[in-house]
């Protein structure tokens, strides 16, 4: 009979100090990722269309840190929009909504999605925003 498990997170990615792990629940059919990302760099610049239920809409759980979210209802346009947000923070991005997040402090987040509906509903813009 099992008492305790202890689990090891799956480490996706590793470069220049930010880390992104997945895992799964026992209690989900779901995964979930949970990221790191030093201060000054940024991550996104993409949308999603909503064909998996967990990108419509994505939530993404602030766990620590600052950040500044840009988004736009434009796919293939340039940022409308930004917002300073800071830990403990629960973030929805609606479908078709092209956003992307500076780590203003080391952040730390969860998204509730697993890496394959991220990857099969993730769509990155013809031109690469600075």
């Known amino acids: 009979m ?3 498990e202890v689990l090891d997170l799956n480490l996706l990615s590793e470069k220049e100090g930010n ?3 997945d895992f799964e629940g026992i ?3 779901k995964g979930r990722i949970l990221a790191f990302r030093k201060k000054g760099s940024f991550s996104g ?3 999603h269309e909503g064909k998996s239920t967990t990108k ?4 993404m759980l602030i766990i620590s840190g600052r950040l500044k979210l840009y ?3 434009e796919p293939e346009g340039i940022y409308q929009h930004s917002k300073l947000i800071e830990a403990p923070t629960l973030i929805r ?4 909504i092209k956003h992307r997040v500076e780590a203003l402090e080391d952040l730390c987040f969860l998204e509730f999605n697993s890496l394959a509906e991220h990857v099969a509903d993730t769509y990155y813009p013809n031109h690469q925003e600075k």
């Open 71 to 73: 988004w736009t209802d």
């Open 93 to 96: 991005i609606y479908p078709g």
């Open 56 to 59: 419509n809409p994505e939530e």
């Open 2 to 4: 099992n008492q305790v």
């Open 27 to 29: 209690h989900s059919q």
């Open 45 to 47: 610049n993409h949308w």
């Open 19 to 21: 880390r992104t792990y």
